[in-house]
């Protein structure tokens, strides 16, 4: 006769896990995703955040120039908003780089934590 396992749902009631194994252990296997999955959803939102602005200052320099008569001033302001630009992206770049570095280091601990809490998992030790 096979012995029928109970099932309960985690995560949102989306995995079904026997008995044996324990919510806790899947939860715990899943946190470390969840983490890095939030890591890159943060770093995400900031790039976008930083794209917005930009294209608004983008828009209205183009309203702007697009008032000016005078050709001096235009290559002027035409000149102020390429050097503004490139400071801007070199500015974001660097951020990125250092979200990037926070990301890579979420991914290691994640991968880490994951490891383990599998190892637990089929060890049986909490």
Same mark, same amino acid.
């Given at each position: 006769m096979v012995k029928k396992t109970e099932t309960k749902t985690? &995560? /949102?009631?989306?995995? @079904?896990?026997p008995d044996d194994i324990g919510l806790g252990m899947v939860n715990k296997m899943l946190r470390p995703q &969840? /983490?890095?999955?939030? @890591?890159?959803?943060?770093?995400h939102i900031e790039t976008l955040?930083?794209?917005?602005?930009r294209f608004e200052r983008d828009r209205e320099m183009l309203g702007v120039l697009s008032q000016t008569v005078d050709p001096v001033q235009a290559a002027t302001l035409w000149s102020e908003f390429w050097q503004r630009?490139?400071?801007?992206?070199a500015m974001e770049s660097a951020k990125l780089s250092t979200s990037l570095q926070h990301v890579t280091e979420q991914a290691i601990k994640s991968a880490t934590e994951e490891s383990e809490a599998i190892a637990q998992a089929m060890t049986g030790k909490s």
């Open positions: 985690g &995560m /949102a009631g989306v995995f @079904a896990v &969840m /983490a890095m999955a939030q @890591a890159i959803i943060d770093q955040e930083f794209l917005k602005t630009s490139a400071s801007d992206y």
